[in-house]
């Protein structure tokens, strides 16, 4: 039968309680997104119900209905569930509907063609659906790394910032903290021999504390201007211990019995770091310990920079470091040996002295 022939048949009432079906399922598809934010199945419950009742009313012509309108809702439960076993599952009772609506009206022999239209519209609807989505998913993945590169970004910032804070930190402690202990010690030497009348003495020192200054006033300016440490320069590992041990020597007449081997040459970095803890370790026995004797050693024991100091005074409590406002030396010793990526420990001989060792790896 035509479909002139059908529409000829079919009243005035009919055609417009049809047309009233076919537009609230418009309405409801234009809606579709805020309907299945949380009872979805409801959604696609009305929505079949209303194709089923308008494929009823519509007879022979069930067959347009059901090929230009069940895909729609195929690829609106395709993007709501995203998952092949219920878009199977879905396709299978629109099937079943068709099925038994032509076995209904006694067309069957005419049901193939519908059924072929219906599989190849969803076909294209569903892989429609899935290019969209992997679009978006791609786009969303491509959004959260994105900020979670610019967290990162930030994280390493502050890491940054709080590194830099920590290296200035150091810098200063290893430049006019130090320099002035020095100063402050000579000094004071200076003013026990001029009390004793040993004037040739104190002159020699006077001009010791000159040059420390001096020095002291050069590595200022260089941390100052390059926000880095002084360059040991010229002189080797080995020589720049044995200066701090004579600079040590001559600023405290404390005796140092040192084992130092040749290790080679170090890295920059590596010797920079090494002199400003053996200089930080010998500030600390000269400030705090009140020892008599130090022993130093300086090793290479299986590829692996050792440093030793032994001093016999009166000890610390480890538990303290940190702790005391304005005594951030051994803070600086153990940042730099973190930096070093070496390992220190410090045993506590209480009340006979202190011994701090270090490791550092030189590959």
């Given at each position: 039968m035509s479909i002139i022939q059908t529409l000829a048949k079919i009243s005035a009432i009919h055609i417009a309680s049809l047309?009233?079906?076919l537009f609230t399922f418009m309405i409801l598809t234009w809606f579709f997104v805020p309907m299945t934010r949380r009872h979805a199945w409801v959604?696609?419950?009305i929505q079949l119900a209303i194709l089923c009742a308008a494929s009823y009313m519509a007879m022979y012509?069930?067959?347009?209905i059901m090929v230009g309108l069940f895909p729609?809702?195929?690829g609106q439960f395709a993007y709501i569930y995203y998952k092949k076993l219920h878009i199977i599952l879905f396709m299978i009772v629109l099937y079943t509907i068709m099925t038994l609506f032509a076995l209904y009206i006694d067309a069957v022999p005419g049901l193939?063609?519908?059924?072929v239209m219906l599989t190849l519209m969803c076909m294209i609807v569903i892989g429609l659906v899935n290019l969209m989505l992997e679009q978006y998913y791609a786009r969303m993945r491509t959004q959260n790394f994105l900020e979670d590169l610019e967290i990162a970004h930030r994280q390493v910032e502050e890491l940054t910032v709080a590194n830099e804070r920590q290296r200035m930190a150091r810098d200063l402690h290893d430049t006019l903290a130090q320099g002035l202990v020095g100063i402050i010690m000579q000094l004071e030497a200076i003013s026990v021999h001029l009390s004793n009348q040993n004037h040739a003495r104190a002159q020699q020192i006077v001009l010791s504390s000159m040059e420390n200054a001096r020095s002291t006033l050069a590595e200022a300016r260089e941390a100052i201007d390059n926000l880095r440490l002084q360059s040991v320069g010229s002189l080797g590992?080995?020589?720049?211990?044995?200066?701090e041990l004579e600079r040590f020597t001559q600023a405290t007449g404390i005796s140092v019995a040192d084992k130092v081997e040749e290790v080679g040459d170090l890295p920059q970095l590596l010797t920079e770091h090494s002199i400003h803890i053996i200089r930080e370790c010998l500030t600390n026995i000269t400030r705090h310990a009140q020892a008599k004797h130090v022993q130093l050693n300086i090793l290479n024991i299986n590829n692996k920079l050792l440093i030793e100091i032994t001093d016999d005074g009166k000890g610390f409590?480890?538990?303290?470091?940190?702790?005391q406002s304005g005594h951030y030396g051994?803070?600086?010793?153990q940042e730099r040996v973190r930096i070093m990526y070496g390992k220190l420990s410090i045993t506590n001989y209480l009340p006979h002295g202190t011994h701090i060792r270090i490791e550092v790896p030189l590959d």
């Open positions: 047309n009233l079906l959604y696609f419950t012509m069930y067959g347009l729609l809702l195929v193939i063609p519908p059924l590992f080995t020589d720049s211990v044995r200066a409590d480890p538990e303290q470091i940190g702790r051994l803070i600086g010793i």
